[in-house]
T-cell receptor, first 111, second 118 residues
Framework: SQKIEQNSEALNIQEGKTATLTCNYT??????LQWYRQDPGRGPVFLLL?????KEKRKERLKVTFDTTLKQSLFHITASQPADSATYLC??????????FGAGTQVVVTP | DTAVSQTPKYLVTQMGNDKSIKCEQN?????MYWYKQDSKKFLKIMFS???????INETVPNRFSPKSPDKAHLNLHINSLELGDSAVYFC?????????????????FGSGTQLSVL
């Protein structure tokens, strides 16, 4: 069966450091992958999309990589700030209209 | 101004009751979705509509029935509520359904409806 695995343990990181989150998937052949941020009591908010033919994508302090051989995407937050504290969800997309999400990794950035 | 709005935000009800959750988007999007987020925080797709046509219907009990009166609205009706239905339900929309990996396919979510069945 298809699985999307993200580290279930919270990532505690000091302000200014780089946070790296992992998304592994099995029994998927996604054409692309999206990353979202979710704050408590809110819906997810889109951050970045990376296609299978793109190795890396950047947006401000965010960077995403996509390795279809390893079946893995890495999400980096550089120069992290307390405002970056949230849960980050990855969502590989394979078939039309069906975006499935991982359970997310909580990031806690302390001053 | 809210792009995707769903009501109510909280819904507490007894087992066996029937309830509805409403969703509206003012983004002019063609595709709308219902997702369920359980206690383990997995977001699972339930339904997807494109221009009022049902295009995704996951393995969801037939007690759940979506209705799309027009492409800006997608409501969710739940019959005979069970304890296991307790979760947060999110409505979402996108300009186009996920397919080719363009930014038109990113989802905009509502703020969720927390359903508690007692």
């Amino acid at each position: 069966s298809q699985k999307i695995e993200q580290n279930s343990e919270a990532l505690n990181i000091q302000e200014g450091k780089t946070a790296t989150l992992t998304c592994n998937y099995t029994n998927y052949s996604p054409a692309y992958l999206q990353w979202y941020r979710q704050d408590p009591g809110r819906g997810p908010v889109f951050l970045l999309l990376i296609r299978e033919n793109e190795k890396e994508k950047r947006k401000e302090r965010l960077k995403v990589t996509f390795d279809t051989t390893l079946k893995q995407s890495l999400f980096h937050i550089t120069a992290s700030q307390p405002a970056d504290s949230a849960t980050y969800l990855c969502a590989p997309c394979e078939s039309w209209g069906k975006l499935q999400f991982g359970a997310g990794t909580q990031v806690v950035v302390t001053p | 101004d809210t792009a995707v709005s769903q009501t109510p935000k909280y819904l507490v009800t007894q087992m066996g009751n029937d309830k509805s959750i409403k969703c509206e988007q003012n983004l002019g999007h063609d595709t709308m979705y219902w997702y369920k987020q359980d206690s383990k925080k997995f977001l699972k797709i339930m339904f997807s509509y494109n221009n009022k046509e049902l295009i995704i219907n996951e393995t969801v009990p037939n007690r759940f029935s979506p209705k799309s009166p027009d492409k800006a609205h997608l409501n969710l009706h739940i019959n005979s509520l069970e304890l296991g239905d307790s979760a947060v339900y999110f409505c979402a929309s996108s300009q186009r359904g996920p397919r080719r990996g363009s930014d038109n396919e990113k989802l905009f979510f509502g703020s969720g409806t927390q359903l508690s069945v007692l």
